[in-house]
């Protein structure tokens, strides 16, 4: 899933990596390296004799082969010198170890010499994971650009959220869907320059051929514990069921509707006092912990594919 | 669903309540009256002045009226002198009360006068259910008689069971169920007797008409989180939906297969780290909390069904 | 600890509630109503019959009285027509019944009518707790007006919340406090019109003579799991402490400091991964959390003292 | 604290190891190898690179370098063949690397060869952690040998455990505790073949003088969230305290009560309708999960200390 996130590797990258190392400021950083190849002996003496050859300093390591699978997984963070180790050079060197391997991804990040994920949001009528997510990304904690919302909503009540986005320069593109026009095409246009893009209870089905166009990942809301209450309205599924625990769950997004893989899942008690308002209100509290720990945990490299339905969350 | 507990009013309650009045001992009893009628001004009234004019004292009461419903619900604890409020005298007065109402439901506990509830447990292979049970029982923590355990298991490996059931007089019928001989014919006789039955992992599907014969409730416990892995081995089903929580739900058995009304549920967090069998094993740890809170909830009056597929647990 | 409440029944609640009941809306209203007194026989008995008398259908009551204490707490919500039971009357029918039973409390409450409780909050330095209330605020999810935020803190940096408080005409006092001076005088006076005060992160211990002086109730957050960790910095307290779980505490203020009752405590779990700054930033999760959560309850007279340090969340 | 499990690294393991690789059953084992010393470059390189040379297949690592602190600390889990990498060579390659980076702790295990960690559990009148000890022991759930049951404490009463121990020819030893006989000289002696001891609501306090003949590591279980409520009735401070959340937690026993290095907490919710009774039962449910799953951890080699007061669970 974050295999898109390699092609981020820009030539701005590299100019700002070199920019850094030849400046006075600390040439020491913190970079993050995640691999996943077909098992076999020696893929981690392999990558950290990488490291400690060049004089990194491995801080942490993640390691995951499942159960009668042939699959390795791994996620390192590493501090090193960008003098002794300057950034170009740090891709190449794990991209002779992914080739050695026949890794299927191998992706180095450096967040404090790359460039920011850039993303976008797309919402609908229903605000209070874009609010979220806003507030967060002001106060520092969600380390990505917004390069636009897209809402099929056009929002003109909530002038503060219209306000806070003017501010920041964001811009807020309205397009209205109808029957048979999802607005996919300007859309996809859009979105052309993110890494990624999140859906704060974005309420229309992407199609096949937006997912196929885009190609990246697509992080995704549901405010139900999936695989229950799938599709419309779950908190009224969930209220009608009778549930005692209510979720969110975090996703990717596949064409199969709500079937995407979990990132992550948050539960709260409900009672036979809670009435349909009371459901809805303890879910937008899940959901917005939920999403926001999705999209961190993501652009810490934290999150793979897992076969065909799961996720790997270091 | 506990409509079937009024039943068990018999006249030995009324002997055992006439007997404890006329003793030396403390005359002081804690009651519980459960209460189920279409909804009117004054009910509470009515309740709680029929209490305080026999001298009673609330110590607790719980309403709940649904939004939009015309029912009403309440449970009340009191404490009452029995030489003032003799146990008889009690059960008619809050059947007056019921029919003035029209209440589908008006049942009172005398816990320290009335027979404990008697149920049998049906088990199959996996005994971590039964075994939690029988411990729980033998340290006085579930206020129920247990008739017998019926298991379509033999449990000739697991002999600290048996052993534990000789010794407390509980009878063990294995009963190994065939295509198309539930024995359920058998079954129905040996829990004649009881006030409602606990399947404590009990891996048959008990046909509609043993629901009928038996008339009285029945608590199951699910290692899963319903709505979500109804049937059959729901731990597998959501180790392969890659979930990041899984739950147990404790519920009423209906004809429909894992649909009766939940009456509790708990979740625990998982992660790619889990295998198959871990994610059995803490649901196993699941069960055994979820099915022994429901059947404490049930036997205090706490559980009482509410619309279609609902409950209200006080 | 609501005591202060009952002295919100301004003149201006009477005429709104006379306004009301003569205009064309609907006379039916949901009232609140909640009362503590000595226990004894027939409380309940007198408060629903006064409620039904007049037409009042009881929705919901909670009833609580304490293990070997003589006191009696309950809590009653009920719909009822105001042109057959005006406000006033209502106001004096339960005064009536307080008086019976020397109730050291009887409140009422129609959050239709009334005016809805006037708070200021209190900051300092850090102000996640402080946006978030507004969010919520704006949201209409805090039933409140806030009459002022005050801070010892200038808050240049984050423009976000100034400006918000200018479109929305809420003053910001800037009152910086140094040793020997807290300002207190001029906060009594700023806060004079509240119904309780919030101090959402105000890093200031309130002295006695400013508690007495205003009189009413104060709720506070504090970042750590009380009783542990009182006093300056429960973040790091709890960090060296090598503590797996954290925690955040909503309470009243009492002049013993971070040991007045508890309202609200909930827990994040933490592992040897976390430094102190992740701590930090599950705490202020939890906090605002917690923070809203009691507010939120308070307005709706859920919170009453108990015994000296307790408190009932019915 | 787990330095004192690499003392049981005898002969007979050895032996076994020998006796297993030459037989004719699969070679391939699972092996876990825990490490701590000073921080520097190469460590994860040059462990992972002796597994690969040896043809072990790497499954899992975790590495923890905390911040600003040179100390570095892994756990690894390889599968390695046996006729190719012997016991005995296993054990003297990682001593080597232990040597070269001057580790304080370099320790292996085979689960499948070497003994099981032989354990005494010491217990007082309240027996629930025992029964749940004894209950997951025979269900294969906990990997330890039980050499003895000591107490201060008949259990006359409860001939249920009695019986169970004898069935398994577990002896149980009464100790009567006096003032000024604690009878710890003979504790020693019963314990002297132990790996470690745990305290499953032993409510002695074992002296300095005893901590330091053991020289192994003892696993308390404490009733209370510690920090706070250290000491004796955890429960009742709690209940005085007013919380809202009550917790256990279990920890490695040092000289100073209770205030030894925390291995787990967990918590439950309570209200003021709790009562000391039921602020017991909750705890009690908690401490039995509490301490099993800190045993569990422990005998899996994720526990580790961290600084004076902390663990690392990996």
Request: hydrophobic share 40%; proline share 4%; net charge neutral.
């Amino acid at each position: 899933m974050v295999g898109a996130q390699a092609r981020a590797s820009s030539s701005l990258r590299r100019t700002l990596a070199r920019a850094f190392s030849s400046s006075s400021i600390s040439p020491f950083f913190h970079g993050i390296h995640v691999f996943q190849c077909p098992d076999s002996v020696g893929i981690v003496a392999r990558l950290s004799e990488c490291i400690a050859s060049r004089g990194g300093n491995i801080h942490c390591v993640d390691v995951f082969v499942p159960e009668d699978k042939q699959i390795f997984y791994s996620r390192s963070e590493f501090a090193f010198d960008s003098t002794r180790w300057p950034r170009d050079v740090l891709e190449s060197d794990f991209q002779k170890i992914g080739k050695h391997f026949n890794a299927e991804r191998s992706i180095v990040r450096v967040p404090d010499l790359d460039p920011r994920y850039k993303i976008a949001v797309l919402a609908s009528k229903q605000d209070h994971c874009l609010v979220d997510l806003l507030y967060r990304w002001q106060e520092g904690r969600l380390p990505v650009d917004i390069n636009c919302i897209i809402s099929n909503h056009p929002r003109t009540s909530n002038t503060h959220v219209i306000r806070f986005l003017e501010r920041h320069g964001i811009p807020y593109h309205y397009l209205p869907t109808a029957l048979g026009n999802k607005r996919e095409q300007e859309m996809l246009e859009l979105v052309e320059d993110t890494d990624f893009l999140v859906l704060a209870r974005y309420m229309q089905i992407l199609s096949g051929g937006f997912l196929q166009a885009y190609g990246k990942d697509i992080i995704n809301i549901h405010h139900g514990l999936l695989p229950s209450f799938k599709g419309g309205n779950p908190s009224r599924q969930a209220f009608e069921a009778g549930v005692k625990l209510i979720g969110a769950t975090s996703h990717f997004v596949t064409e199969e509707l709500d079937a995407g893989p979990i990132i992550e899942q948050m539960v709260e008690r409900v009672s036979h006092k809670d009435n349909l308002t009371s459901f809805v209100m303890k879910s937008e509290n899940l959901e917005k912990q939920c999403l926001s720990q999705a999209i961190k945990s993501y652009c810490e490299l934290r999150v793979l594919p897992y076969e065909n339905r799961k996720t790997v969350v270091f």
